[in-house]
């Protein structure tokens, strides 16, 4: 089943609650018209303070009934330490939802979810989708420490299994993300592969996918400056037909075909 993307529009959402989650920021804002539309994987863009562009959030969390969405992010820099510090109550600018998300099967049978870092919020939704159309649901989640490890209790309900490693070995097994993939591929057979996180493990996704004859879905993390299409600034490289071609993370992703990602 091909996702279909809600218009995007923007409009004036609420935050309804914002607290800390690791090492990282989650933040919840009443946006029905959001809230209605969204499909897994795709992002919203949200104004922070005067003088910043906009940033892009994937989409971690929908509540359709209540009409709200939550993002996760990591406070780095003035922009997103700005909107880290956003309160109940507190009003925003938000663009969405915007891009190509995951392309959820009716049958998806097994699916093994990878994440590093946040980047395993983009996933939680997907989780769901993917075990309401039926689906196994197999995780994998990575990160340099046990705080930089995004956990999350729905994914653990969703999920079959879920394996944590971390760099230090704080957290579950020491080691880097894509260190079991092997062996769960060949323990559950999963049709499929669906990552997001540092585009270098993806990298390393995309051609361990290749290797092991699994197709890999990758919701890839670029700079985007109008998340609309119309600057350019957060193109990838896509093999096409035998050539190299440049397609925007905002509007053709962020989710790619792995196989297609012409990454060195």
Known sequence: MTATTAAPAVTTATVTASGQHGAYRV???????????????????VMVEPGFLRRPFSVYRVDRVEGTVAIAFDAIGPGTEWLGARASDDALDVVGPLGHGFDVPDDPGCALLVGGGYGTAALVFLAEQLADRGGQVHAVLGGRSAERVFTDDTLNEVSASVAIVTDDGSMGKRGIVTDPIPSLVARFRPRAIYACGPNPMLAALGHLGGTL????????EEFMACGLGVCWTCVVPITVDGQVKHHRCCTEGPVFDGGSLAWA
């Open 213 to 220: 004859g699994v197709p890999t879905h990758l919701a890839v």
């Open 27 to 45: 933040l919840w804002m009443h946006a029905p018209s959001i809230a209605a539309g969204v499909r897994p994987g795709e992002f919203v863009n």
